[in-house]
């Protein structure tokens, strides 16, 4: 069965500063996708970027980077330029591959908590 | 505003009571999934939809149904609540049964069972 884990219950970081937030996943299939999405305290799910397996780039979203290591199996989000707003949770999720009837679950993490210092 | 439509936002309920949840996908996915997040047990996968058809069952309670009506819109029916049963619960949304790059999430429905 696949697998996340988000090993930091917590990160802080002062503004304008970086940040990596940790995800390693389990998995034997070739084929998977992974997800990082922030949830602050409102509740609300947001999807932050996207990198699939075969990608031969880290994914790239604004501020946000995804450092894509395959042999290692992790898949570590990057912020750039921190801001008070990014304060949430975080959260690592990855796709199961299509099995038959074509299920595309999500499989989460047990999220990061990242607050940003001013 | 990622174009997925929860409805209600916030619920209230007593214990044994039904209550149905609504969700409207992003205009043009075919796919909707339900998920609930608590606080003991995280997110977990409740069930998905394509176009109208169950396609993968997770850890959905036989209390808890769901469907997806012609419209695409779903609705997920929790019957007989629990106090364990109050979590915030998603629906999600992408545009194909398999191989979408981009799964996203609609603001959630706070149900509280009292």
């Known amino acids: 069965a696949q697998k996340i884990t988000q090993t930091q219950p917590g990160m802080f970081v002062q503004e304008k500063e970086a940040v990596t937030l940790d995800c390693t996943y389990d998995?034997?299939?070739?084929?998977?996708?992974l997800f990082w999405y922030k949830q602050p305290s409102s509740g609300e799910m947001i999807f932050l970027i996207y990198q699939g397996s075969y990608d031969q780039q880290n994914a790239t979203e604004g501020r946000y980077s995804l450092n894509f290591q395959k042999a290692r199996k992790s898949a570590n989000l990057v912020i750039s330029a921190s801001q008070l707003g990014d304060s949430a949770m975080y959260f690592c999720?990855?796709?199961?591959?299509?099995?038959?009837?074509?299920?595309?679950?999500?499989?989460f993490g047990k999220g990061t908590k990242l607050t940003v210092n001013p | 505003d990622s174009g997925v439509t929860q409805t209600p936002k916030h619920l209230i309920t007593a214990t044994g009571q039904r209550v149905t949840l609504r969700c409207s996908p992003r205009s043009g996915d075919l796919s909707v999934y339900w998920y609930q997040q608590s606080l003991d047990q995280g997110l977990q996968f409740l069930i998905q939809?394509?176009?109208?058809?169950?396609?993968a069952k997770g850890n959905i309670l036989e209390r808890f149904s769901a469907q997806q009506f012609p419209d695409l819109h779903s609705e997920l029916n929790l019957s007989s609540l629990e106090l364990g049963d109050s979590a915030l619960y998603f629906c999600a949304s992408s545009v194909a049964r398999t191989g979408g790059n981009t799964i996203y999430f609609g603001e959630g429905s706070w149900l509280t069972v009292v």
């Open positions: 939809y394509y176009n109208g058809e169950e396609r």
């Open positions: 998995t034997s299939d070739p084929s998977y996708g």
């Open positions: 999720a990855m796709r199961e591959p299509p099995a038959q009837g074509g299920s595309e679950k999500l499989v």
